[in-house]
T-cell receptor
Framework: DAGVIQSPRHEVTEMGQEVTLRCKPI?????LFWYRQTMMRGLELLIY????????DSGMPEDRFSAKMPNASFSTLKIQPSEPRDSAVYFC???????????FGPGTRLTVT | QQQVKQSPQSLIVQKGGISIINCAYE??????FPWYQQFPGKGPALLIA?????SEKKEGRFTISFNKSAKQFSLHIMDSQPGDSATYFC?????????FGDGTTLTVKP
């Protein structure tokens, strides 16, 4: 299996622009998680899905952030408009059951100037 | 509210020594306690995990000790190697939702 796939790996954008991060979970995994990692705040859970349905989005920082999972093999995290404080590494992870280990993707390093 | 407290923030150990990282939690509903290892530029990867019905789990050089009454768990790395140098995160999960500690940067000196 190829593991969790994220794209792009790096994204540099200007403040105010829309940013879309993409994730392909491991086939057969019913849970998908979006995390943000920064030096200041560590690893934060933003939102997670079960069977393509958002279960808990309490970690989404603001209305500028939105996430979708249109099917079992694809999810997006969108930031509109982006701000410099959104600069971070964003990870997608998937899990077979939601009660066990999570498999993380390589992350997308976002820089907003 | 910080639900999982991890210490120390950084740790330096000589090759062959024992590395110990500690975590404490507050939410008694947590039912799964994994440890993740992260190398620079990579995503976290599961190292070892434990459920609260056991007090210890060992996999190779890595051992988790779990104290349910104290709400604490720790990672022990025996015979630490330079290749173990990484950031380690503890986590605690409740119904699939994980809360991570702040991480410990481990440096193993040759």
């Amino acid at each position: 299996d190829a593991g969790v796939i994220q794209s792009p790996r790096h994204e540099v954008t200007e403040m105010g622009q829309e940013v879309t991060l993409r994730c392909k979970p491991i086939s057969g995994h019913d849970y998908l998680f979006w995390y943000r990692q920064t030096m200041m705040r560590g690893l934060e859970l933003l939102i997670y899905f079960n069977n393509n349905v958002p279960i808990d989005d309490s970690g989404m920082p603001e209305d500028r952030f939105s996430a979708k999972m249109p099917n079992a093999s694809f999810s997006t995290l969108k930031i509109q408009p982006s701000e410099p404080r959104d600069s971070a590494v964003y990870f997608c992870a998937s899990s077979r059951t939601g009660f066990g280990e999570q498999y993380f993707g390589p992350g997308t390093r976002l820089t907003v100037t | 509210q910080q639900q999982v407290k991890q210490s120390p923030q950084s740790l330096i150990v000589q090759k062959g020594g024992i590395s110990i990282i500690n975590c404490a939690y507050e939410n008694t509903a947590f039912d799964y306690f994994p440890w993740y290892q992260q190398f620079p530029g990579k995503g976290p990867a599961l190292l070892i995990a434990i459920r609260p019905d056991v007090s210890e789990k060992k996999e190779g050089r890595f051992t988790i000790s779990f104290n349910k009454s104290a709400k604490q768990f720790s990672l022990h790395i025996m015979d630490s190697q330079p290749g173990d140098s990484a950031t380690y995160f503890c986590a605690a999960s409740d119904a699939g939702k994980s809360t991570f500690g702040d991480g410990t940067t481990l440096t193993v000196k040759p």
